[in-house]
């Protein structure tokens, strides 16, 4: 984790060293960064002579070779990539960009306190998406005043989130998770308004945001 707060997407930077015809980074490419929209750069070296670039800590030996970076210096690296891999991958990209209290949100199932998200006093139109995938997750308008101290949303984008039981706590619940990055994001209750009656109560921690007038929100 880089700090206790997530910093600006424009410190970072990935850079992807591939080699043609290796499949491990064809699998790269088709299971990450085909189809990924995050907010940092990405930069993708198939050039072995660009192997000793003035970011990187130390050459690059094999391939995919992934090295995330911010403000220029390296964070540290991710070698290869197989089969099973996109949630571990994606796991490591999360540790540099999240703040520790999103992270163990994200990836141990804690709760933010409650009342304590600035998106339940923020009412932008636009579209609520991924942190670290950046895949659309709820429309704004979705969003509604539950009073459960968490943003809440009466639906989700179609195909945006699985559901897992959850029996923590002494209680049974439905866990929501992000389908492209697989981080938890809260639960799903049933006693929400029409025309769903339902409610999905969100850790806002783990919610990115692209307004409206962005113009890419307007295709969902």
């Not at 709760?111 to 609520?128: K, M, Q």
């Amino acid at each position: 984790m880089i700090s206790e707060v997530q910093r600006s997407m424009k410190d970072f930077e990935l850079l992807v060293f591939t080699a043609p015809g290796n499949e491990s980074c064809r699998l790269l490419a088709e299971e990450i960064l085909d189809q990924w929209n995050p907010e940092f750069g990405v930069l993708i070296h198939p050039d072995a002579r660009l192997m000793n670039a003035p970011s990187l800590a130390k050459p690059v030996i094999d391939y995919p070779t992934s090295v995330f970076s911010s403000k220029k210096e390296e964070c540290g690296r991710y070698r290869g990539f197989k089969e099973g891999d996109r949630f571990d991958y994606l796991r490591w990209i999360a540790g540099f960009i999240l703040s520790k209290p999103a992270f163990n949100i994200a990836y141990s199932q804690d709760t933010e306190p409650r009342f304590s998200s600035p998106l339940l006093e923020d009412h932008s139109a636009g579209l609520y998406k991924d942190p670290i995938t950046g895949s659309p997750l709820f429309l704004s308008h979705w969003k509604f005043e539950s009073g459960s101290g968490w943003p809440s949303f009466v639906d989700a984008v179609e195909g945006a989130l699985s559901f897992h039981q959850d029996n923590s706590l002494g209680m049974r619940r439905v866990e929501v998770r992000s389908t492209s990055s697989g981080i938890h994001l809260g639960h799903l209750f049933d006693d929400g308004p029409p025309p769903t009656g339902r409610r999905f109560c969100i850790n806002g921690a783990v919610l990115g945001f692209l307004p409206e007038e962005s113009g890419d929100s307007e295709n969902f």
